[in-house]
Each structure stands twice: as C-alpha cells, then as structure tokens.
C-alpha cells in the first residue's frame, strides 16, 4: 500500500511486481535465442552434408524489437499486479470510518458525483480491510428509521450505496445532530459528503460532528443547486423565479413549462446578474394557454427542488357577471351583459346570480355593469372581497352617472358628456395609444373605435396614475384604483354599443382578457379541508405514488407548511381539487453553508473515480505483442507489405472519397433538390426552421417521388437563390430591416418562379406568440413586390396539388393562408409568395432522433397530419406550379376535342 | 486398391494428361524428324516401288495415276522404316518432385514431358518404344498410344534404381535415361556397369532445378531432404554457396566420366530453361549414334 514515485496508484497485487527482478534474465534469453529457421526442402541435401559452416553463433534480434519484448512483459507483469489510480485519498486513521452523506433534495443534481466519491472511499476502505457505516442526514421516509446504518466491513456497504436515492425534502441537521450524539460507534475518523447548501443548525451539526474524530469533507465547489422559487404573477403575466446560491454560476436557467400529457408550451431562459441569487424570466403565454399548464421544470436539474407544480390557484378564475338591468341584461345585441359573456365565455368560467349568491363562492373578478353598490351589508361583504385581491370591472352607464358609489376608482363628475349628435359641435372621439404602465399595453387601437358618451373623472391632480386607457383629447376611458390586495377598474362607457362602438370591436375582447389575467387565481379547496397526497415528487423530481410517511394536509395549510417526510412536495386532494406543496415555496433564499471547523476540505469534481488499470495494462501488453508479431512475420520475409500497403491505400482513397461527396452538397446546392429557409439571425427561429424543413423533406421524400436532399439556410443578400424552389422564410421582430441587396434578390426571385412562404408564426389558435410580427410584415410588404393576394380556398391549386386540403394548420390554426389573386395569369398562375402565421416549420420540426419537437396548439395527431400534408402540398406546388390547376380542365377540353 | 480409389485415380489422370500430352506433341513438332531408310518396301515416307496390284491389296492403295499409264492397276510403295526398339527410363523418386521458387515446374514432370516428346519423335520415325520403371512395361510403336504411355507413366510407380539393374534388355538396344542422378557415384557407376555389360548404348539426360545448381538461400535455413536424409540446420546459407557449388561440380563430371566409359552420351538440362533445346540435344544424340 504505497504510493508509487508519488503518483496516485497502489497495488493490489504488490507482490506480483517481484517478477519485474526477472526482466533482465528474459532481456538475455531473449538475446541469446536465434530466430527460427525457415524450413526448406532441398533434393541435394546429401551435397551440403559435411558443409556444416564454421559460425555457428545465433542471429541477432534487433534491440528495438527486444525492448518491445521486454515491453509487453513489463506490461503484463504490471497489469497482474493490479493496479488502481486514484485510490488513497488518504482517510485518517486505521480504525472504522463513519460516511455521512447529505441526502437531502440538494443533493440530487450532484448525486452520480456524489455516489462515485462514496464508491471510492468505500473502495479504498474495504481494501485495507477497514469498517464503515453510513450516515444520511435527511429524515428517511420509512417511519421510524434511523440515521445510521451498523459498522459493517466496506466492501458491505456498496449495495447499500446503490441503492441509496436523494429524498425530496431538505436536510434536517439538528435531528442529524442529536442521533449524531446519540450514536454509540466508535470511529477514528468520518468522510462527510456535503450538498453545501445553510440550513438552520447548520453549526451544531458540524460540531457533533467534529466530535467523533478527523473529518474530511468532501462538498461540491460551488454549490450547484438551483431551486425554482415560488413563480410571481405580473400584469397577468406568469413570472418564473429560479434561486441559487448568490455567485455560484451565471449560466441561464432554462426552465420548461409543460402541461399535464407532457406537452412542453414554451422554454424560457432566466439570467443571473454576477453575484445574484435570483433569476427571472417571462413565460411568454396568452392566458388560455398558460392554464392549461401543470408544472413549471428547471431543465438542468433533475430534483425536486427544479419541479414547481401549477395547480387551480394559477388557472381558475372565475368572473362573476351582474347587470343592473337584470331583465334585458342578455337581450342580443342590446343587452348589458351579451357583449362581456360573449367575450369571456371562451376564456373563463362565467358565473351569473346576485351580489350575494356571487360573493358566497370564491370568484377572481366581478364585472358590474351599470350597478350601483348599495351601501350598507352589500358594500361591507364587496369591500371585503377587494380587500382579499378580488378585480372589480365596472362599466358605467346612465343610472351610475346619476348615483356615483364608494367603488370607483376616480371621483366623477355628475352626470355625462356627450360627443357629436345633432346638438353638439363635437365629434364623436378616437381612442389614444395605451400608455405603457397599463396592462393594455402593446395591444393596438382599431381606427374605427369611437365613444359618443362617457362619464367624466373629477380631474385631480394624481388622476394620470389612475388611467389605464384614455381618448385622444386626453379624457379617461379606462381607469383603475388598488382597494387591499384588490383592484377597482371602471369603464367609463356602457358595456353595451350605446356610449361607444368598442365593445363591438376586437380590442374590447383583448382588454377583458387581460384584466382577467390580473386576477388571483382561486384554490378549488378552502378552510380546514384535509387533503390526502395523491401524487408526489421523488429525489429526482418524478410525480409517483406517495411514500407511506405522507399524511394529509388541512387546504389552508399549504403555502405555510414546509416540506418534510410527512409532507413531500407533490399534488394534494381529490382528482378535481387539487392543490400542490411545492418543495420551493418554504425556500426563500439558498446560501452557502460554513464548512465543517477543522474539517480538511475536497472539492467534489476534484475526487477522481478511482479505476483498475489492470484492463488497460493487459490490453496494452496485447497490442505490443501483436505489433511483436507482425514484425517478426516481416523480418521473416513473410509479410506481404506491398498487399499491407495496397489495402491501406484502398482504405484512405474510400475515406477520401467519402469525404469529397460529403462536402459536395454543400458546395454544389444544384446536385439536388434543397428546400431553403432565410437566415433570421435568432439562433432558435433558425434552429426550428432547419429541424422542419428536415422534417418535412423526409416525410415528402417517404410519401412522393420528390427526392429532397438536406434543408439548406440561405442569406439572399449573399447566397444565389436560384437553385431553391421554395423558401420558408419565419418572420422575426428582431431581425434587421432587409438591405436594399437582399430585397433585390427576393424580388428577383418572386419574378423569376420563386415561392416565398412568409410566417409570422402567431396566428390563429397561436395568436399573441409572436407579438410585432405583423407589424414587421407590413413593413416588408411595403418594400417587396407582393401581388394583391386572396385568402386560400380549397379551390386553389395548393390546397390539391397533392392532397385534398380544407385546412392547413401548422402549429396552431384557424389564420387564413394568402396567396396571389388566382386572375394574375403572370408566371402561369403560380404565387410568388404564400403569406401565413401557423407557424409550418415548428409543426413539422423532428430532432435527430426524429421525434416532433414542438407540441401543436391546440393539438392533436390530426392537426399534425394535415401540417405535414399542407407542407406536402407545398412542396408539390412548387415543383409541379399549376399542373393540378390544368388537371381541373380536363373534362371542358375531352368536350372541346370530341366535337 | 478399391475400384472407387482406382477410378478416383482414373479421373486425376484424365485430368492432368491432355495438358502434358499435348504439351510434348508441340514440343515435338519442333524437332526434324529424321530418315532411317531400311531400302526395302515397308511403311514409310519415301517413294520405294511401283509393283503390280494383286488379289488382297486395298483397292484405296491403287496409284491410278500409275496405272492409268498401262492396262495393269500399279500399287505404290513406299521404302520400310525399320522401326527400332528404344527403352525409356525416368527417375520416379521422391527427390524428382520437387521446384524451387525459380522453376515453375517440378523435375519429374519436366522429365516426363521430355520422355513424352521423344516417344512422339520416335513413334513419328517409325521406332518403338518401351518403358522401363512403369508397372506395366511394354513394347509400344503406334503414334496414337501417346495416350496410352502417359497414362503408363502418371500410374508408373515401381520406378526404382534397381529396375535398371534387373530389366530384361535385348542386346545392342538403345536406352534414354532421364533423371537428377544426385546418388552418390558408386550407386551410378552400378547401374551403368551393368548397362555396359549387356551391351546397351544411350543417352542420360540429368534434369536439375536451378536452385540446385545455384544454392540460392540466404540467412538461417533448416534444410530437409525428401527421401528420409535427415534435416541440416545452416546457420549462414550464403555461405555454403561456393563449396556446394564445387561438390555439384564433382557430381556432373563424375556422372560424364561414368558415361563416356559405359559408352553413353550425357548431357544437362535445368527445369528453368525451355525443353526444346533438351528435347534436341536427345534426339541428335540418338541419331548421331
């Protein structure tokens, strides 16, 4: 057991290595013997007899190929002695070893690295034949386990190791530290694999353990967890919060949010600032989408703490609707409430009674239009709903001009203003611009909205913090107040088309929406309701059935309680109740724990696996010895070198061929039949639109005669374009404007027979995904040369050129798809250009191993198929151009030939 | 031997022989036949004698040209070529069968395409030939047996020294041996004593690979003989060279001393040469005699 000229190998065998004494008698051996003869038969043998030469001295071996000899013996005789590198980390002492290994969920992002140290501290302990026990630091799930394991042999304890998984819940120190001291074995000396992360008795844990000898610890330099931190709702936007030991590392977080099937909606990554503890992120997803998520994965760390479960509280939101007219409130196309119910219906859970019967179920938001509160019982039980974060939106109208209550969020003046109409000089008025503190902003205005009437805000001087939305002479429209946790939010017209055309018109449903999504969501369960573990988290973060230490959780509990054996993170409550514990919610910060006093200090990465060289050693000595024995074979003349050399020859001109028709393709775009795709210039739109182009040429290479070849990105103010049929071409709102070259070039190959297929990829059932991107597209229409275009109908050439088509989603549908005017009869009828917002290239996307990337919206295998089809049709279309269209004539030109 | 291994043998056979027969039919063609005119009608080339048809006669060896001068039918003849009996003899031993890297083919089967084209001669001059050292030995004179003596010879495996000590040989006959004669002298000098003895005269004709002749190994060698001499470990081939090159030396002047006392020809063929210039070397050494 000694160390080797320093180097970190022992020998297990040592012994064996004795035998390396002998090398010298081999080296003469070796010398001395002659090589073989070759045999010959010879007829005139008798001649020779008697010609017995005078030197009979043995040919010499060459020194090299001895020393290759003596090499592979070497070799042999080290790798029989078994050596192992990295072996004697050096423990103190000679007695038993106590391993003491945090557990906890921390550890579960560094757990191969910390069961491979702990294998090979176990290792170097069972060879010298010493004992050990186990320590583990966070509370077992069985009921009544305890912390540590008997003082068993080492080598005993390796199956009890791989077995060993991380547990959801932290670490529990003080309880660790009392069994500490209660433990009655007798150490010389303790290994302690830390997760590095500051836990309350932090420090007396370290002390009892110090007690028991000399500690190393062994702790991962920095700590690498990342936890994800209860997620923040902003402006109706869900903020995702990733937490991390301040300063440890400034690589982004990319943090998944996934909905129950498995589908993965969006991937948002989130930035530490140098030296922060906290990253955030926007999860950039229209309301209706983001309820449908059911957790929220840290991509890099597979732990408990990298899972954040979504329950009802982040998705209902039920909206109470009152009508201070309750008779006519539904009456089509006049009534107070048809509007408001047609908008929200899609959105939210739409609930109708009175004020009363409203408030007794917990609801998100309360729409009044044109209700007065009546003080007294009915204003205390609102005022209270408020102060608890409820959202009132309140429409104004003739009765509550004339009786103004507690619940506005301005004071107004009495009575309204008309504008236009027979006795005014005014006009009706335009909406303005939203100002960007609103949650409305980003959202445009239609030219066509116009208010005829409107009540007036008292203008005080603090009135500009209260407007979200105002006309264009300055006047309020929309405006808001905070009441508690609450918010009071009034429109200053009907919510009927009476004072102005805006409910009428799109932005009316945009605005609700979003309002809505201000909201609080609302837990299913409230009050004291006992709610039983249904699913919960593993060490790994994977939902399965709950260990048998769970007991159940009172509903109002959860948020306060933190996580432990009894109460693992994971899903609470019957199938349609329920709510999650989720193992971030009692983390509010991660900071670094002090290291053990006295304790000599290893860094995690830094404790090399320790590996038997035998393998190695042996499979060298049989290559040296194979290299013995071709060399031997040619000193014997028996090699064939010129056929060696023939084949080697073969070999690299077969590489060399191989490689020269492998650059071909890319050297050469005309060798083939290449779909291509405009470089945006951001990393990830490229990315997906070369995984679905790949995509969709190998499903149109299985299903047609097309033969495409590999997706190339093409740069039109560089590259030639004139060898590519189609060019898919995904609108970015980061892209630059398009230089005067580029636009040369697209124009040119519109003229000349090109198909552009242009995708603002947020349309439809996508739409709010790729905000600007209409905008972007305006502003290229305004410079290229688009032809007067019409919606895509299933009588267009494209929607038959190869299979029947009555839709044609990507990943999301419902937006039109346009194309040319089908009168233009330049370039045969063909369109130059095919304008959408499916977003194609996402639904065809396949990665290597040829699985769709990109879930289509709203889903379903169907929508999938017809993305392809769609794509087929594409590719068709440009390859064949209207040959389907000539097709439909057939029958009027059999008639014109038969007469 | 069974009929199954004897039939086995058979198709080796057929298989191997076209090639040499065919091989010593051209190598044959090569060489001038020469005249031996016994001056009396028989089968021959040459014109002899017109002489009356008579009752028996072939009516197809009627020279109408001859007879259309008178009223008699003449039948040509032609002058008889004695045919003579030549003994063949190959060395058949293990040590025959055998090339060096620098032949291509082995000593015995050069012999035996040499034996071969001087039997085709000798059949085409009108001469028999006899076989001697073959299992079934005898006398054959017709050109179409070519077939027939190479299938005696591929079967031939009695082809010991002592056939020649102990075969019947008529007196003043003619003898053709073929070998390597690499038997020590007196082993030689036996043999052709008692060929003197009868009397015979002929020709030897001793065949040698060229390795043989030159010794051309280099380096560590472990020689083995092929018929049960034992084996030679040399350390240094090259080295021999000269010294084996003058105990070969020896051996051929020795072997041309024996013969010119038993009243023989002798000459040297090597495998690597062609087998005309043999071939012609034989057969003017036959006619000279």
């Not at chain 1, 070849?709 to 709102?733: G, H, K, N, R």
């Given at each position: 057991?000694?160390?080797?000229?320093?180097?970190?190998v022992t020998f297990a065998a040592p012994w064996v290595l004795l035998a390396l004494a002998a090398l010298p008698v081999l080296w003469w051996l070796l010398r001395v013997t002659p090589p073989p003869p070759r045999r010959e038969s010879f007829p005139a043998i008798r001649l020779l007899a008697g010609l017995a030469s005078d030197e009979e001295t043995a040919a010499r071996t060459p020194w090299?190929?001895?020393?290759?000899?003596?090499?592979?013996?070497?070799?042999?005789?080290?790798?029989?002695?078994?050596?192992?590198?990295?072996?004697?980390?050096?423990?103190?002492?000679?007695?038993?070893?106590?391993?003491?290994?945090?557990?906890?969920?921390?550890?579960?992002?560094?757990?191969?690295?910390?069961?491979?140290?702990?294998?090979?501290?176990?290792?170097?302990?069972?060879?010298?034949?010493?004992?050990?026990?186990?320590?583990?630091?966070?509370?077992?799930?069985?009921?009544?386990?305890?912390?540590?394991?008997?003082?068993?042999?080492?080598?005993?304890?390796?199956?009890?190791?791989?077995?060993?998984?991380?547990?959801?819940?932290?670490v529990d120190r003080s309880a660790a530290a009392e069994a500490l001291r209660a433990w009655k074995g007798k150490v010389s000396a303790a290994v302690y694999f830390s997760d590095g992360l500051d836990t309350p008795n932090v420090r007396v844990f370290a002390e009892a353990l110090a007690g028991l000898g000399p500690v190393v610890e062994i702790r991962p330099d920095p700590p690498k967890a990342?936890?994800?931190?209860?997620?923040?709702?902003?402006?109706?936007?869900?903020?995702?919060?990733?937490?991390?030991?301040?300063?440890?590392?400034?690589?982004?977080?990319?943090?998944?949010?996934?909905?129950?099937?498995?589908?993965?909606?969006?991937?948002?990554?989130?930035?530490?600032?140098?030296?922060?503890?906290?990253?955030?992120?926007?999860?950039?997803?229209?309301?209706?989408?983001?309820?449908?998520?059911?957790?929220?994965?840290?991509?890099?760390?597979?732990?408990?703490?990298?899972?954040?479960?979504?329950?009802?509280?982040?998705?209902?939101?039920?909206?109470?609707?009152?009508?201070?007219?309750?008779?006519?409130?539904?009456?089509?196309?006049?009534?107070?409430?048809?509007?408001?119910?047609?908008a929200l219906a899609p959105y939210a859970e739409l609930r109708e009674g009175t004020l009363e019967s409203l408030l007794e179920q917990p609801l998100s938001v309360l729409v009044l239009t044109d209700r007065v509160v009546n003080p007294g019982a009915e204003a205390e039980r609102l005022d209270k709903w408020l102060q608890a974060g409820g959202v009132l939106i309140r429409f104004a109208g003739?009765?509550?001009?004339?009786?103004?209550?507690?619940?506005?969020?301005?004071?107004?003046?009495?009575?309204?203003?008309?504008?236009?109409?027979?006795?005014?000089?005014?006009?009706?008025?335009?909406?303005?611009?939203?100002?960007?503190?609103?949650?409305?902003?980003?959202?445009?205005?239609?030219?066509?909205?116009?208010?005829?009437?409107?009540?007036?805000?008292?203008?005080?001087?603090?009135?500009?913090?209260?407007?979200?939305?105002?006309?264009?002479?300055?006047?309020?429209?929309?405006?808001?107040?905070?009441?508690?946790?609450?918010?009071?939010?009034?429109?200053?017209?009907?919510?009927?088309?009476?004072?102005?055309?805006?409910?009428?018109?799109?932005?009316?449903?945009?605005?609700?929406?979003?309002?809505?999504?201000?909201?609080?969501?609302?837990?299913?369960?409230?009050?004291?309701?006992?709610?039983?573990?249904?699913?919960?988290?593993?060490?790994?973060?994977?939902?399965?059935?709950?260990?048998?230490?769970?007991?159940?959780?009172?509903?109002?509990?959860?948020?306060?309680?933190?996580?432990?054996?009894?109460?693992?993170?994971?899903?609470?409550?019957?199938?349609?109740?329920?709510?999650?514990?989720?193992?971030?919610?009692?983390?509010?910060?991660?900071?670094?724990?002090?290291?053990?006093?006295?304790?000599?200090?290893?860094?995690?990465?830094?404790?090399?696996?320790?590996?038997?060289?035998?393998?190695?050693?042996?499979?060298?000595?049989?290559?040296?010895?194979?290299?013995?024995?071709?060399?031997?074979?040619?000193?014997?003349?028996?090699?064939?070198?010129?056929?060696?050399?023939?084949?080697?020859?073969?070999?690299?001109?077969?590489?060399?061929?191989?490689?020269?028709?492998?650059?071909?393709?890319?050297?050469?775009?005309?060798?083939?039949?290449?779909?291509?795709?405009?470089?945006?210039?951001?990393?990830?739109?490229?990315?997906?639109?070369?995984?679905?182009?790949?995509?969709?040429?190998?499903?149109?290479?299985?299903?047609?005669?097309?033969?495409?070849?590999?997706?190339?990105?093409?740069?039109?103010?560089?590259?030639?374009?004139?060898?590519?049929?189609?060019?898919?071409?995904?609108?970015?709102?980061?892209?630059?404007?398009?230089?005067?070259?580029?636009?040369?070039?697209?124009?040119?190959?519109?003229?000349?027979?090109?198909?552009?297929?242009?995708?603002?990829?947020?349309?439809?059932?996508?739409?709010?995904?790729?905000?600007?991107?209409?905008?972007?597209?305006?502003?290229?229409?305004?410079?290229?040369?688009?032809?007067?275009?019409?919606?895509?109908?299933?009588?267009?050439?494209?929607?038959?050129?190869?299979?029947?088509?009555?839709?044609?989603?990507?990943?999301?549908?419902?937006?039109?798809?346009?194309?040319?005017?089908?009168?233009?009869?330049?370039?045969?009828?063909?369109?130059?250009?095919?304008?959408?917002?499916?977003?194609?290239?996402?639904?065809?996307?396949?990665?290597?191993?040829?699985?769709?990337?990109?879930?289509?919206?709203?889903?379903?295998?169907?929508?999938?198929?017809?993305?392809?089809?769609?794509?087929?049709?594409?590719?068709?279309?440009?390859?064949?151009?209207?040959?389907?269209?000539?097709?439909?004539?057939?029958?009027?030109?059999?008639?014109?030939?038969?007469? | 031997?069974?009929?199954?291994?004897?039939?086995?043998?058979?198709?080796?056979?057929?298989?191997?022989?076209?090639?040499?027969?065919?091989?010593?039919?051209?190598?044959?063609?090569?060489?001038?036949?020469?005249?031996?005119?016994?001056?009396?009608?028989?089968?021959?080339?040459?014109?002899?004698?017109?002489?009356?048809?008579?009752?028996?006669?072939?009516?197809?060896?009627?020279?109408?040209?001859?007879?259309?001068?008178?009223?008699?039918?003449?039948?040509?003849?032609?002058?008889?070529?004695?045919?003579?009996?030549?003994?063949?003899?190959?060395?058949?031993?293990?040590?025959?069968?055998?090339?060096?890297?620098?032949?291509?083919?082995?000593?015995?089967?050069?012999?035996?395409?040499?034996?071969?084209?001087?039997?085709?001669?000798?059949?085409?001059?009108?001469?028999?030939?006899?076989?001697?050292?073959?299992?079934?030995?005898?006398?054959?004179?017709?050109?179409?047996?070519?077939?027939?003596?190479?299938?005696?010879?591929?079967?031939?495996?009695?082809?010991?020294?002592?056939?020649?000590?102990?075969?019947?040989?008529?007196?003043?006959?003619?003898?053709?041996?073929?070998?390597?004669?690499?038997?020590?002298?007196?082993?030689?000098?036996?043999?052709?004593?008692?060929?003197?003895?009868?009397?015979?005269?002929?020709?030897?004709?001793?065949?040698?690979?060229?390795?043989?002749?030159?010794?051309?190994?280099?380096?560590?060698?472990?020689?083995?003989?092929?018929?049960?001499?034992?084996?030679?470990?040399?350390?240094?081939?090259?080295?021999?060279?000269?010294?084996?090159?003058?105990?070969?030396?020896?051996?051929?002047?020795?072997?041309?001393?024996?013969?010119?006392?038993?009243?023989?020809?002798?000459?040297?063929?090597?495998?690597?040469?062609?087998?005309?210039?043999?071939?012609?070397?034989?057969?003017?050494?036959?006619?000279?005699?």
């Amino acid at each position: 057991m000694s160390a080797l000229f320093s180097l970190p190998v022992t020998f297990a065998a040592p012994w064996v290595l004795l035998a390396l004494a002998a090398l010298p008698v081999l080296w003469w051996l070796l010398r001395v013997t002659p090589p073989p003869p070759r045999r010959e038969s010879f007829p005139a043998i008798r001649l020779l007899a008697g010609l017995a030469s005078d030197e009979e001295t043995a040919a010499r071996t060459p020194w090299w190929l001895l020393a290759l000899r003596i090499l592979a013996a070497a070799l042999i005789i080290l790798g029989l002695a078994q050596p192992v590198l990295n072996a004697g980390n050096g423990i103190p002492g000679t007695g038993p070893v106590l391993l003491v290994i945090d557990d906890g969920w921390a550890a579960a992002s560094e757990w191969p690295r910390v069961t491979e140290a702990a294998n090979s501290v176990l290792a170097q302990l069972s060879r010298s034949g010493r004992n050990a026990a186990l320590f583990l630091t966070a509370p077992a799930a069985e009921p009544g386990a305890s912390f540590a394991s008997p003082l068993v042999p080492a080598s005993e304890l390796r199956s009890r190791l791989a077995g060993l998984t991380p547990k959801p819940w932290p670490v529990d120190r003080s309880a660790a530290a009392e069994a500490l001291r209660a433990w009655k074995g007798k150490v010389s000396a303790a290994v302690y694999f830390s997760d590095g992360l500051d836990t309350p008795n932090v420090r007396v844990f370290a002390e009892a353990l110090a007690g028991l000898g000399p500690v190393v610890e062994i702790r991962p330099d920095p700590p690498k967890a990342r936890v994800l931190l209860p997620p923040a709702d902003e402006k109706g936007q869900l903020v995702v919060r990733v937490g991390q030991v301040p300063g440890t590392d400034t690589l982004p977080a990319q943090v998944l949010a996934e909905t129950a099937d498995g589908r993965s909606l969006a991937e948002v990554s989130a930035v530490f600032s140098q030296g922060g503890g906290e990253a955030r992120a926007v999860l950039p997803l229209p309301p209706e989408l983001r309820n449908t998520l059911s957790e929220l994965v840290l991509k890099s760390a597979a732990s408990a703490g990298g899972h954040w479960l979504l329950d009802e509280r982040w998705r209902r939101r039920p909206v109470g609707l009152l009508a201070g007219d309750l008779a006519g409130a539904e009456a089509p196309l006049l009534g107070e409430l048809y509007y408001v119910h047609r908008a929200l219906a899609p959105y939210a859970e739409l609930r109708e009674g009175t004020l009363e019967s409203l408030l007794e179920q917990p609801l998100s938001v309360l729409v009044l239009t044109d209700r007065v509160v009546n003080p007294g019982a009915e204003a205390e039980r609102l005022d209270k709903w408020l102060q608890a974060g409820g959202v009132l939106i309140r429409f104004a109208g003739p009765r509550s001009a004339a009786h103004p209550d507690s619940f506005l969020p301005v004071a107004l003046l009495q009575g309204d203003r008309a504008l236009g109409g027979a006795l005014s000089w005014s006009k009706p008025a335009h909406m303005a611009p939203f100002p960007a503190n609103s949650p409305f902003a980003g959202l445009s205005v239609p030219e066509e909205v116009l208010v005829n009437r409107q009540v007036l805000a008292d203008p005080a001087p603090d009135i500009a913090q209260h407007v979200w939305a105002s006309l264009t002479d300055g006047t309020p429209l929309v405006t808001f107040a905070a009441r508690g946790a609450g918010k009071i939010v009034l429109f200053h017209v009907t919510a009927n088309a009476d004072w102005s055309n805006l409910p009428l018109s799109g932005l009316f449903v945009d605005m609700l929406r979003r309002l809505v999504a201000l909201s609080a969501g609302i837990p299913a369960a409230q009050g004291n309701t006992m709610l039983a573990p249904a699913q919960t988290l593993d060490g790994f973060g994977q939902l399965g059935a709950p260990p048998p230490t769970a007991t159940a959780l009172a509903a109002n509990a959860f948020g306060r309680t933190p996580v432990s054996p009894q109460h693992p993170p994971g899903l609470y409550g019957p199938e349609n109740n329920r709510q999650a514990l989720n193992l971030g919610g009692s983390i509010s910060a991660l900071a670094a724990s002090a290291p053990v006093p006295g304790a000599r200090i290893e860094p995690l990465g830094r404790v090399l696996p320790e590996r038997a060289l035998a393998p190695e050693l042996i499979a060298a000595a049989v290559i040296v010895l194979a290299l013995d024995f071709f060399v031997s074979l040619g000193l014997r003349g028996l090699l064939r070198l010129r056929r060696v050399a023939t084949l080697a020859a073969l070999l690299a001109v077969c590489s060399f061929s191989a490689h020269a028709a492998e650059g071909a393709a890319d050297k050469y775009p005309s060798l083939g039949i290449h779909l291509a795709y405009v470089i945006t210039g951001d990393p990830q739109i490229d990315q997906i639109s070369r995984m679905g182009l790949q995509g969709l040429s190998e499903y149109v290479n299985q299903r047609t005669a097309a033969e495409l070849a590999e997706p190339v990105a093409v740069a039109p103010a560089q590259d030639d374009l004139s060898f590519y049929p189609l060019l898919y071409w995904p609108i970015s709102t980061e892209a630059p404007p398009l230089s005067a070259r580029a636009l040369a070039a697209l124009n040119d190959y519109m003229a000349r027979g090109g198909i552009i297929l242009i995708d603002t990829r947020g349309g439809g059932s996508g739409e709010d995904f790729n905000p600007g991107a209409n905008a972007v597209l305006v502003s290229i229409g305004k410079v290229l040369n688009i032809p007067p275009l019409v919606p895509l109908t299933t009588d267009h050439v494209l929607a038959r050129a190869f299979y029947l088509l009555r839709e044609f989603p990507g990943r999301y549908t419902g937006s039109p798809v346009w194309v040319q005017r089908d009168q233009d009869r330049a370039n045969d009828s063909v369109s130059p250009v095919i304008i959408g917002a499916n977003d194609w290239a996402a639904a065809w996307a396949v990665d290597s191993e040829g699985r769709n990337v990109y879930a289509v919206i709203p889903g379903g295998a169907r929508q999938r198929l017809l993305a392809y089809r769609f794509g087929v049709n594409l590719v068709m279309y440009a390859l064949t151009g209207n040959y389907k269209g000539d097709q439909v004539h057939i029958p009027a030109i059999l008639e014109r030939l038969g007469q | 031997m069974t009929s199954f291994q004897a039939a086995r043998r058979a198709e080796a056979l057929a298989a191997t022989f076209p090639p040499l027969l065919v091989a010593a039919q051209r190598v044959a063609a090569t060489v001038l036949q020469g005249v031996h005119g016994r001056r009396r009608p028989g089968s021959g080339d040459a014109f002899w004698q017109f002489r009356p048809f008579v009752q028996g006669d072939l009516t197809s060896r009627i020279d109408w040209r001859q007879s259309a001068k008178s009223d008699r039918a003449y039948v040509r003849e032609r002058e008889w070529a004695a045919a003579q009996t030549v003994f063949l003899w190959r060395d058949a031993s293990a040590s025959m069968r055998w090339h060096s890297p620098l032949a291509q083919e082995e000593k015995r089967t050069r012999a035996e395409l040499l034996l071969l084209a001087l039997a085709a001669l000798l059949h085409r001059g009108g001469e028999r030939v006899q076989l001697l050292g073959v299992a079934r030995p005898r006398q054959v004179s017709a050109a179409g047996s070519l077939e027939w003596l190479a299938e005696l010879l591929a079967e031939g495996v009695a082809g010991e020294d002592n056939v020649l000590l102990s075969a019947p040989l008529p007196r003043h006959a003619r003898v053709v041996l073929i070998g390597d004669f690499l038997a020590p002298l007196e082993e030689i000098k036996t043999v052709l004593t008692r060929l003197a003895g009868i009397p015979v005269t002929g020709h030897v004709l001793q065949v040698l690979d060229p390795a043989e002749m030159l010794l051309p190994y280099e380096g560590r060698v472990q020689f083995v003989g092929l018929e049960r001499e034992g084996e030679m470990l040399v350390s240094r081939a090259e080295h021999l060279r000269e010294a084996y090159q003058r105990r070969l030396r020896a051996q051929i002047d020795g072997l041309a001393e024996l013969c010119a006392a038993a009243q023989m020809t002798v000459s040297v063929h090597r495998t690597s040469e062609p087998p005309q210039a043999a071939l012609l070397g034989l057969y003017m050494a036959l006619a000279g005699q």
